[in-house]
Nanobody, 128 residues
Framework: QVQLVESGGGLVQAGGSLRLSCAAS????????????MAWFRQAPGKEREVVAV????????YYAESVKGRSTISRDNAENTVYLQIDSLKPEDTAVYYC?????????????????WGRGTQVTVSS
């Protein structure tokens, strides 16, 4: 019953910044948005989907892939049922379709198997 919708993708020049948003709607088993761990995955052409960042339900715990560590920030606003991904110093290698995902937790996970709700993705293209 939970639906995730990503937004904020587009064409950005290398070195620029982008903030992606993921809005959640609906409900599952009476759970609140704050009870779900949320994550961002991405998939580049010809490659497998990989985790970018993960955030716990409370927002206290986060995880970042090595490729974006230090230039990326995942955050959430549980009152608005929204999770964000800010990426600075964008590189052409960041070009991919970015997906928002949610899972029951309680632990932070970085594998696709742990997530049962997925958005349809938003395209991010970084030009050089």
């Amino acid at each position: 019953q939970v639906q995730l919708v990503e937004s904020g993708g587009g064409l950005v020049q290398a070195g620029g910044s982008l903030r992606l948003s993921c809005a959640a709607s609906g409900k599952a088993s009476g759970r609140t948005f704050g009870s779900y761990i949320m994550a961002w995955f991405r998939q580049a052409p010809g490659k497998e989907r990989e985790v970018v960042a993960v955030i716990s339900g409370s927002g206290f715990t986060t995880y970042y892939a090595e490729s974006v560590k230090g230039r990326s920030t995942i955050s959430r606003d549980n009152a608005e049922n929204t999770v964000y991904l800010q990426i600075d110093s964008l590189k052409p290698e960041d070009t991919a379709v970015y997906y928002c995902a949610g899972g029951p937790g309680p632990g932070v996970a970085s594998t696709r198997r742990e997530y049962n709700y997925w958005g349809r993705g938003t395209q991010v293209t970084v030009s050089s």
